[in-house]
């Protein structure tokens, strides 16, 4: 399979360093506030991954840290006068109940930066030791970039190109502007730890060198982070581990595509950002996720509103289909073993989704795939007659089983489908102020129509529902109700 490496700009093929066992490490959430749907997404694209890799064979070890101490989580919790690592550790469980209400597979190792405050010394410490650190009078430790021949080699550009993007901040014992902290002296009312060079805390990039290293080992598989991050946290990253261990820090860099609402970047000063929380409470947790995925991961998503309305008829149209389906299946007793119908779509839905997943994770491809292979069921339905019903029964109950499987590894089509619609039905009745009982009645009074075969009432009830966007079908199981705005 092929992974796209930011390091060298191409789609590589991916070679774990050790067998079947891969080491990935994504930098997680400074939890200075609540989760917002950029979190979410990175989280989706890296559960995917471990979902996919677990899938093809791979034994994955899946780390991911909590940035927990930091300015903004300091300012956060003096503005509330709570004391830092408690504020951080409350919001540390609020994040972690926001990403199980996504239904996603969790890291396997969860690091928090003030639980490796020791580790994090020594780390330094060493650095100092080969020159490649130093600290100040004023206790602050500082990496000495220029002894770091291949710095800028992840965003691909020169010391000097890089400062022109950075603010300068000119620190008391800084030797140059582009050294960055390792440790910071502590300032009064801060939270700090006893170190070689006063009271301080660590500085954010070295949090992550030291977790990924202690977690996973010197070399790691994959790394992976949101596409903000690679200047210069992931620059500094390989900085910090590879002046320490003289070895490749990871050997695929991967990158998620950023979250733009509405056109605009996505940020709390803007007022646009939205919470997991309130994401969820709107949207089932399916429909958060396929608005994720079927987008590449490593594009940015632009997210208007009806983004998220039109992901959730996408869900609502599968999910039908797929029970629709079902049904039909279950009825002529479907045999997955049984005489099938030859079609290429339908007898190759696990190799679609391996071809397009081992080509860098391509979710686009496969969510187009399944509007394919349900549009040929749908098909193969229309055609359905007493001479091939049982055929079809068992080409639709094996394309089931298969795409079950498939997008299950992706964590989709696990919910009961009736339940599934009739949350999203009732959501929308809520909307247009119409009782479900209104239409049961109008349903009742329709029958008892046609059953007295006056026609034109039946008709006028029809349109009369059509009017306020009920529509009606008649199956053998008597007459059902939809909602005219999801189709
Ligand atoms: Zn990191």
């Not at 995925?293 to 208007?304: A, N, V």
């Not at 959730?312 to 045999?335: L, P, V």
């Not at 079609?343 to 491809?365: C, H, R, S, W, Y």
């Not at 298969?402 to 949350?423: C, T």
Request: hydrophobic letters at 35%; one cysteine or more.
């Amino acid at each position: 399979m092929k992974i796209y490496n930011s390091m060298t700009g191409r789609k590589e093929e991916f070679i774990p360093i050790d067998g079947r066992n891969v080491k990935m490490y994504a930098c997680g959430i400074t939890v200075n506030d609540l989760s917002h749907i950029g979190h979410a997404r990175q989280a989706i694209v890296y559960a995917m991954f471990t979902d996919y890799l677990r899938y093809r064979g791979y034994n994955v070890k899946y780390v991911r840290n909590y940035t927990d101490v930091d300015d903004k989580i300091i300012d956060k919790a003096n503005s509330l006068g709570r004391d830092a690592i408690e504020f951080s550790r409350a919001q540390i469980v609020e994040a972690e109940k926001d990403l199980e209400s996504l239904h996603i597979t969790s890291a396997d190792v969860k690091t928090k930066a003030s639980e490796y405050i020791e580790k994090i010394i020594k780390f330094v410490e060493e650095l100092i030791e080969k020159d490649m650190a130093y600290s100040t009078p004023k206790g602050d430790v500082y990496y000495r970039v220029r002894n770091f021949r291949n710095y800028g080699k992840l965003s691909h550009r020169k010391i000097d190109e890089l400062l022109n993007g950075v603010r300068i901040d000119l620190e008391e014992g800084k030797e140059d502007p582009i050294d960055f902290a390792l440790w910071k002296s502590a300032k009064p009312g801060e939270v700090s730890w006893d170190s070689p060079w006063g009271q301080g805390r660590p500085g954010w990039h070295i949090e992550c060198s030291v977790m990924a290293t202690d977690t996973l080992g010197e070399t790691i598989d994959i790394h992976g982070g949101g596409r903000d991050l690679i200047f210069p946290h992931h620059e500094n990253e390989i900085a910090q581990s590879e002046a320490l261990t003289g070895k490749e820090f990871a050997h695929y860099w991967s990158h998620c595509g950023l979250i733009k609402i509405n056109g605009e970047k996505m940020s709390k000063s803007l007022g646009n950002s939205v919470t997991i929380r309130d994401a969820v409470k709107m949207y089932n947790y399916e429909v958060l996720k396929y608005l994720m995925l079927s987008k590449h991961y490593s594009s940015d998503i632009d997210i208007h509103d009806e983004d998220y309305i039109l992901s959730e008829k996408q869900m609502y149209y599968f999910y039908n289909t797929i029970s629709a389906a079902e049904k039909y299946a279950k009825t002529y007793i479907g045999d997955e073993n049984g005489e099938k119908i030859e079609d290429g779509t339908l007898n190759t839905i696990k190799e679609q989704f391996v071809e397009a997943m081992d080509d860098d994770f391509n979710t686009p491809v496969v969510f187009a795939n399944l509007h394919v292979t349900l549009k040929n069921i749908n098909n193969l339905i229309k055609t359905s007659n007493k001479t091939n019903r049982q055929v079809i029964a068992n080409t639709i109950i094996k394309s089931l089983n298969d795409i079950k499987e498939v997008y299950g590894v992706l964590g989709f089509f696990k919910q009961n489908p009736d339940v599934f619609a009739k949350e999203i039905k009732e959501k929308y009745l809520n909307k247009m102020n119409i009782n479900e009982k209104f239409i049961d009645d109008e349903i009742a009074k329709r029958t008892e129509a046609k059953k007295n075969k006056d026609y034109v009432q039946a008709d006028k009830i029809r349109a009369e529902l059509d009017g306020i966007g009920i529509i009606l079908n008649d199956t053998i199981d008597g007459t059902k109700w939809d909602i005219k705005e999801l189709y």
